[in-house]
């Protein structure tokens, strides 16, 4: 492999506590945001009505804006790229699609002349159904917390590196919901993908450190855990940023060039590539000693 960072010796125990301050700043400010805020869960929790039209000619989302005001209803706009083509969501409980979706066309009709529309798509999600599908969700993310901890404790013979991996995978999700929260960005069954794939990618390069751990382990049984981890870190170090910059670069083309539909999915696997990358080299390993340390 090409090594961009040549052989480091970087003390990242030594500077652990650090590493959890700014970890738990950044949890914090996120949770604060969700007090505060809470979090803009998408039709396909809250339920709602979704009304997709396409103009003739390109439009202004804030003329879009402006025609919904006049209607009194308050819909969340999404912008395709050819600013012709919009999606309108309404959320609430409403039981008739029709009527809400009636509404927005004659709004525009009125509002927007001289520039016809044609409906793209009209549907609606019930309260019961996004109800169903946020307890899916959750059931999705415990069940991927838990296998993983199995796997790992397996894999390493040692329940405390499993913990540690979920740690830093939970750092990594939680750290990415604050920047939603933050951003007020829409949170739908793409972006819970997204989160599943931001844990996966995670654990995947912390997986690669505690190898190494292991590895050094019976090549220099010893070694203060300390020492043999900043050595597994710092050995690892290249492949770890090199992997996480390929990525980075792959998902900010997609969120400046992907458009208004990705653009949710993009900022959020970007959140958590910036995370991941930082709780791999940062936060598990930490953990693991500052456990271990406490269990002796």
Same mark, same amino acid.
């Given at each position: ?136 969700? +959750?059931?999705?993310? #415990?069940?991927?917390? %838990? =296998?993983?901890? @199995?796997?790992?404790? *397996?894999? !390493? ?15 990594d999700v939680l ?65 770890t940023i090199i ?5 980075? +670069?792959?998902?900010? #083309?997609?969120?400046? %060039? =992907?458009?208004? @539909?990705?653009?949710? *999915?993009? !900022? ?29």
């Amino acid at each position: 492999m090409i090594k961009f960072i040549h052989k480091t010796s970087i003390d990242f125990i030594a500077k652990r506590f650090t590493f959890f301050v700014i970890s738990g700043f950044l949890i914090l400010a996120g949770f604060i945001s969700m007090g505060i805020k809470g979090l803009n869960f998408g039709l396909d929790f809250t339920g709602g009505t979704l009304l997709q039209v396409k103009f003739e000619k390109p439009v202004k989302i804030q003329a879009i804006r402006s025609a919904m005001k006049k209607t009194k209803l308050k819909p969340n706009i999404q912008e395709f790229t050819d600013h012709k083509a919009f999606a309108l969501k309404v959320k609430g409980s409403q039981e008739n699609v029709n009527d809400v979706a009636e509404r927005i066309i004659i709004g525009l009709k009125e509002n927007i002349k001289d520039n016809p529309f044609i409906e793209e798509q009209r549907d609606y999600v019930g309260p019961i159904v996004g109800r169903d599908l946020a307890k899916k969700a +959750i059931f999705a993310m #415990i069940f991927a917390l %838990f =296998g993983i901890i @199995v796997y790992i404790a *397996f894999r !390493f013979s040692n329940p405390v590196w499993g913990a540690a991996g979920v740690a830093a995978l939970a750092h990594d999700v939680l750290i990415t919901l604050g920047a939603l929260s933050i951003t007020n960005r829409e949170i739908d069954l793409v972006i819970i993908a997204a989160l599943l794939a931001i844990g996966g990618y995670s654990i995947n390069d912390t997986i690669v450190i505690f190898d190494r751990m292991r590895e050094n382990t019976k090549k220099f049984p010893k070694m203060r855990l300390a020492e043999l981890i900043n050595q597994s870190v710092n050995e690892t170090l290249s492949r770890t940023i090199i992997t996480s910059l390929t990525t980075f +670069i792959v998902v900010f #083309i997609l969120y400046i %060039f =992907g458009g208004h @539909v990705i653009n949710n *999915f993009a !900022f959020a696997m970007m959140i958590g590539c910036l995370s991941g990358t930082y709780s791999t080299i940062a936060i598990a390993s930490s953990i693991v000693y500052q456990w271990s340390k406490r269990g002796r």
